[in-house]
């Protein structure tokens, strides 16, 4: 299997900060990497998918990077919906597995 | 537009089966490239791939759970069944279903459906 790790598991912030998320393979993926955003009590969202490309309706403030086994997800301009949980995963191959999450919290 | 809604037990008892459905509209599960998967979620904790069938009937299951699971499609119905024996407390969860198409990452989701695991 290939195991996700992200970093850091909690990150606080406030509204207006560029916010820099991680998350690494234990293989390389390549670029088949994707991003959601959970609050509580709701099913995850698709931020991103390929890395780099913004899923429909998802505001440009969010970006991702990477290839291979690093990979970062970036808030330029954090806005106040935007404090939630966020997830990586891969889907280079089965079994697809997710990262632990990165919390995004008011400093 | 897609949906998919899970239904079951809030509640089971350990070394029951759990016997989950997801009912889904807006795609066919009789659809090249179409598939349905579960994910699961304990409370505070990251989410979990458990299990995925394609419309060809190929399925796919997390090696850890691979023993305990079964997943099946109905496609007259549009649903899918995941059935999960010996449950445990540890198994308590949201479980979510999701629709996996050719590219397998997971734009639609179902609401979930939180399962205790309890005596």
């Known amino acids: 299997d290939i195991q996700m790790t992200q970093s850091p598991s909690t990150l606080s912030a406030s509204v207006g900060d560029r916010v820099t998320l991680t998350c690494r393979a234990s293989q390389s993926i390549s670029s088949w990497l994707a991003w959601y955003q959970q609050k509580p009590g709701k099913a995850p969202k698709l931020l991103m998918f390929k890395a780099s490309t913004l899923d429909r309706g998802v505001p440009s403030r969010f970006s991702g990077s990477g290839f291979g086994t690093e990979f970062t997800l970036t808030i330029s301009g954090l806005q106040p919906e935007d404090f939630a949980t966020y997830y990586c995963q891969q889907y280079n191959n089965y079994p697809l597995t997710f990262g632990g999450g990165t919390k995004v919290e008011t400093k | 537009q897609i949906t998919l809604k899970e239904s079951g037990p809030a509640l089971v008892k350990p070394t029951q089966t759990l016997t989950l459905t997801c009912s889904f509209s807006?795609?066919?599960?009789?659809?090249?490239?179409?598939?349905v998967g579960w994910i699961r979620q304990p409370p505070g904790k990251a989410l979990e791939w458990l299990a995925v069938i394609y419309w060809n009937d190929d399925k796919s299951y997390s090696p850890s759970l691979r023993s305990r699971l079964t997943i099946t499609k109905d496609t007259s119905k549009d649903q899918v069944v995941l059935a999960m024996t010996n449950m445990d407390p540890v198994d308590t969860a949201t479980y979510f279903c999701a629709n996996l198409g050719r590219s397998w990452y997971i734009r639609d989701w179902g609401q979930g459906t939180l399962v205790t695991v309890s005596s």
């Open positions: 807006g795609f066919s599960l009789t659809t090249s490239g179409e598939g």
